[in-house]
């Protein structure tokens, strides 16, 4: 069970898994092998507002860092997720497609995105945040959102 | 049927919020055109400042209710007004099953919030009858 850590601004709590890596977009990255899980960092998620739809690209994809992974359709925005790391859509969570809601409520867990076979070392590419990095710039994100 | 026992309906209130202008659209579509005889419009905001006609309305009635983010504050105020939520509806949830009908706007929902907002209110319709059809024959005819 992954550890968190947390920021509280206002009546908002976001949490950030310590067992994961972050792309500056908001996409985290769970290595397991030769092959990582993305998903949608809790922050993000947040807020985007509720998901209402999500499109991940099919599997078998070939995806460089940068490239559009997915989109998310919220109440509020329309997002397009640059992947994380570069490599082959290995999986993608086919239960999005009926509950998307899963993004909101299990962020670090059933609601991971796609899973993305990486080759070696798939979290040693530029640009992921530590936990504690992306909890930084979260914060700063967070403050600019509201305003202080 | 008298005033008190129609269904009554309460959107949410929330300003500023596509999904609360698409539920607020599609209940007064149900009030004006589509079951006026059947169901009251009662403004969340009456519940909230306690308003004694519009508790009243809720305890007297089966109410459905439409939410426009899960906050569901509809849902909730009847809930605490002495109510019963005989139905709550998510406009997020009825867009799910219309991927086609995208809302924006908000002063003026677009023509797919409209679109949105007609289907939603065809659901509620519905789920209006469907009370009605449960609720003791006198109460249906007094």
Known sequence: MADYLEYTLDKFTFKVATDCLYSPAGVWVRAEGDRVAVGVSDFLGQRSGDVAFVDVVPVGTVVTAGDELATLETIKVDI???APVSGIVAAVNEKLEMEAEVINQDPYGEGWL???EAGDRPTEQAGLLSPEAYLEQMKREAL???GE | MNEKERVVIVPCSGIGKTYGSVSREAAYRVVDELRPEESQLVALSML???DETAREAVA??????IDGC???CARKMVQESGGTVAQDFAVLDVYRRYRKFKPKGIAELNEGG???AQALAEEVSQAIDDVQQELPQGEEDA
């Open chain 1, 80 to 82: 397009e997720l640059p």
């Open chain 1, 114 to 116: 796609a899973i993305i």
């Open chain 1, 144 to 146: 600019e959102e509201l």
């Open chain 2, 48 to 50: 909230v400042m306690g």
């Open chain 2, 60 to 65: 007297g009635s089966p109410a459905i209710t």
């Open chain 2, 70 to 72: 899960k906050l569901a």
């Open chain 2, 114 to 116: 409209q679109q949105l």
